[in-house]
């Protein structure tokens, strides 16, 4: 039936517990599982202080982006509406999450070509600050992008003729972001608002209308 | 309301193990496989989203006293904020606990998707999604026959684990699962199949085990999303594990340290606690399971290119 792999480690397979197990008072079960999955939390654990310092999101954390105050070097173009002035301020997304400056890394898929024209288009700047800059420039027409369409003329199915999306034809791949807390709540926000189905979809559209 | 978001990144390593018939293994999968990823080092969080609250047992908080029999969830579920969270029923494990009261929960979550608020389920998703970047794995132990709290557990999930005995009832309720499933995606469109693993198998029936492949690799489409490893019926350690409140690998640890038979024999005062000695047999069972369903996961996870360093 079923039989422990040679990925186990060092383990022979039909090792026994009773060979170490009772030796060094712990389970050979749990051998060959730990560190292979790269690790997900965003916050230390207690016991694993080592594990959590390959994590990814502090990988993704240069030192320097923790900085809130960022001039923007972009600019924004005379009549744009500008999400983070333009609003109340947003509750945060999570009620644990303090509100406030500090700022958090988040994790959003983009689009493959997406992805290339924001390496292209960010110059020196961060793909944060990209990103920000293109949910302000693009604000006004990500409701349509995400509005449902009228039915084709002669049906009445909503879904008939529908564009197929992004998702269904391109890779996509991980970009990490590190907004502010407030901008986050403030880009989850604008997701129900405009009725994108997720940050990222949100995000993806933004730099599709703004990036050259 | 305001319906609630839901961070599909904090979720991208969240299990559903969901089968539509009951005792085909949901529990003592979710149970099992979260205390060897926490043993083997990962933070890891299970959610009972069972009205029976059977994780209890198998994790021996219930017996400890512990829980609060999902009250805590039905107001987290209910409106999208953080859920209480039991810590440290083992190291590096923690639970939300389940119960009866989640029966208040599908009643709530079941008003709204029937009315014109709109909402649905997304509360469910959105407090699961709100707690789940603490952990790099979180399995959900769904319930049998609740069809909205089901459809919770698939809106927030990435991956369903679907558990199933080798007849056609549990094979039906893989069917069951292919609908949920279907319907999930049009909120989740990431959700995908981590697998179908056959439990509960009896090990000297080859050929129903064959067959019970061959029918769900129809079903499926092909036999790659089905299993390698299988977990036997071992009734003596799976009512032990059970009974203790312990898992199958921390029973098998206690069979080991025992005294041998023969140290018994020549002891007879010393009182042992009869005990499986198949425990291990078990304990390999679902030490296999754990090994394939990280290779599953690592076998998608690296066409994802590294997270990309912020320039």
Redesign the interface.
Known sequence: ?????S??GELPSRM???DL??AF???S???????????????P?P??PE?SAES?HD????KL?ETPETPDPVGNRAGESVVKTTREPAPA????APAGGASQT????LGLSV?ERL?SG?GD????EVVLTALDSSYGKLSKRFSEPDPPAGSMFAGRGRPRTR?NREA???????PLRDDIAVI?RL??EVNA????ALIDAALDEYLP | MTIPHVDRSALRRTIAVLNGKGGVGKTSLTANLSGLFADAGYRVLAIDLDPQGNLGNDLGYLGAGLGDGGAGLVVAGSTGVAPTILRDVRPRLDVVVGGESLHDLAAVLQSRRMSARGGGVTSLAASIGSVAADYDLTFIDCPPGNDVLQAGALEAARWVLVPTKTDDASRAGLREVARRFTEARKTNPDIALLGVALFGVNSSAKRVIAQAREALGQELGGQSLIFNATVRHVEAAAVDARNRGQLVHELERDVVSRPKWYERLRNPGVHTEPLASSAGVLAEDYQAIAEELIGRILAVEPTEEPVEVNA
């Open positions: 039936m079923t039989s422990p792999k990925s186990l026994k517990p009773a197990g009772s008072g712990g389970s079960r749990s051998d060959g599982l730990g560190g292979r999955l790269t690790p997900l939390r965003s916050t654990a016991l694993t594990a990814v990988i993704a954390t240069p982006l997304t999570h009620p644990d988040i994790v959003v898929y992805r390496r960010a700047l961060t793909f944060t998702r996509r791949v991980q970009v990490s972001l590190r989850d997701v129900t189905p997720s940050r990222s």
